[in-house]
Structure formats: structure tokens, C-alpha cells
């Protein structure tokens, strides 16, 4: 099984401003996506941004990017002008082999 | 609208029984997925199908059975087996960029 760690629990951000959470990973496969999911109190699984292993540019969607850092084995999320909305868990999951691995998530709370 | 279904959104089970929770999808996709989260806790693989009557074992299937006789639909049935089912149960469909789809999910509590 693949290992995913998000080292940080818990991290809280003023609104407006920007976060990032880390996330680091363990596979021998050379052909992977990486994703990052949210899910706010609803418990409801929310996409919030993708990146393909074979590229080495940066996804990024709207006020979401990402830190790909392959050889590293690292894929942060950053959060730029964080808004009351954005306040969830945020997991970490690779797939490859026709499976997700999750993290064991962060937990953000953004301060009004 | 296109999207996933999971009924119901709480359920209880007596010590014993088998439960079955829905799992319907619209989107037209090959491949569904279980999962069960734990407070804390990150989503772990129940059990996959990529096609119509095919599934495969996740990584915590024991006490679990799937069907998958129609492309729309994926039950899971939580058994007598397993002896800890109280968790938070998600359906997901995968789709052609390899996201995943997540249903809205049921609680299931053991009493």
C-alpha cells in the first residue's frame, strides 16, 4: 500500500490571506495523479484540484495551486485569499494502480 | 442532474444483521468505489468495480460484500461479520480524468 502523510493536523489561516498544506507521499510507480479533496462539515467530498505526475508544470485552478515536487515525493496545496468557505478537511490522495491512497487529512479553519 | 446517490443518509443496525446501503450513479461511469472513514481518519478502500459484474477487494474488505449487476449501481452490504461497522460510508464513481465522484454518504451506527 502507498503512504501518504500530511504532517500537519491542524492549521488555521486569517481570512484573506494565504496557507499551505503539505503533503508528502511514497510510491514506486512512475505513472500516478495526485489530487486534493476537501470536505467541509457537510462531510461532502469536493475536488479541489488535480495534477498529473508526467507533468512538471504547476496546476493551478483559481485561488488553488499546487507544489509538485517529484522527485521529492511532495505535493503542497496552497490557498491564496482564503475565504470563510474554504474552512474544511483537506486530504491528500495519489491514485495509481486503480486506486486512491488518502492522507489522514488537515484540518482548516479560516479566522474572520 | 448528473451526480451520485446514497440512501440512506443514517442508519442503525442491531448487533447480527446485514445492512445494505445504496450506492446509484447517473454519470455514466465504468468504475465505482467503497469507502469507510473513521473519525480522524483518512478514506480507506473497501471495495472496487470497474465493470459491470466485476469487483475487486480493497484494502479492508473483510465483513463486506458488493454486487455490481447493473452499470448505475454498487451496493454495499455490511455483514454480521464485521465487528466494528460504526462509520461513515462513502460511494464514489471514477470518472475519465480519473477523479472521483463522491456521494453525500450514510452514517451507519451499530446499537
Known amino acids: 500500500a502507498q503512504t501518504v502523510t500530511q504532517s500537519q493536523p491542524e492549521m488555521s489561516v486569517q481570512e484573506a490571506e494565504t496557507v499551505t498544506l503539505s503533503c508528502t507521499y511514497d510510491?514506486?510507480?512512475?505513472?500516478?495523479?495526485l489530487f486534493w479533496y476537501k470536505q467541509p462539515p457537510s462531510r461532502q467530498m469536493i475536488l479541489v484540484i488535480r495534477q498529473e505526475a508526467y507533468k512538471q508544470q504547476n496546476a493551478t485552478e483559481n485561488r488553488f495551486s499546487v507544489n509538485f515536487q517529484k522527485a521529492a515525493k511532495s505535493f503542497s496545496l496552497k490557498i491564496s485569499d482564503s475565504q470563510l468557505g474554504d474552512a474544511a478537511m483537506y486530504f491528500c490522495?495519489?491514485?495509481?494502480?486503480?486506486?486512491?491512497?488518502f492522507g489522514t487529512g488537515t484540518s482548516l479553519t479560516v479566522i474572520p | 442532474d448528473g451526480g451520485i446517490t446514497q440512501s440512506p443518509k443514517y442508519l442503525f443496525r442491531k448487533e447480527g444483521q446485514n445492512v445494505t446501503l445504496s450506492c446509484e450513479q447517473n454519470l455514466n461511469h465504468d468504475a465505482m468505489y467503497w469507502y469507510r472513514q473513521d473519525p480522524g481518519q483518512g478514506l480507506r478502500l473497501i471495495y472496487y468495480?470497474?465493470?459491470?459484474?466485476?469487483?475487486q477487494k480493497g484494502d479492508i474488505a473483510e465483513g463486506y460484500s458488493v454486487s455490481r449487476e447493473k452499470k448505475e449501481s454498487f451496493p454495499l452490504t455490511v455483514t454480521s461479520a464485521q465487528k466494528n461497522p460504526t462509520a461513515f460510508y462513502l460511494c464514489a464513481s471514477h470518472g475519465q480524468e480519473n477523479e472521483q465522484f463522491f456521494g453525500p454518504g450514510t452514517r451507519l451506527t451499530v446499537l
Open positions: 468495480s470497474q465493470i459491470v459484474n466485476d469487483f
Open positions: 510510491t514506486s510507480e512512475s505513472d500516478y495523479y
Open positions: 490522495a495519489p491514485f495509481t494502480g486503480n486506486q486512491f491512497y
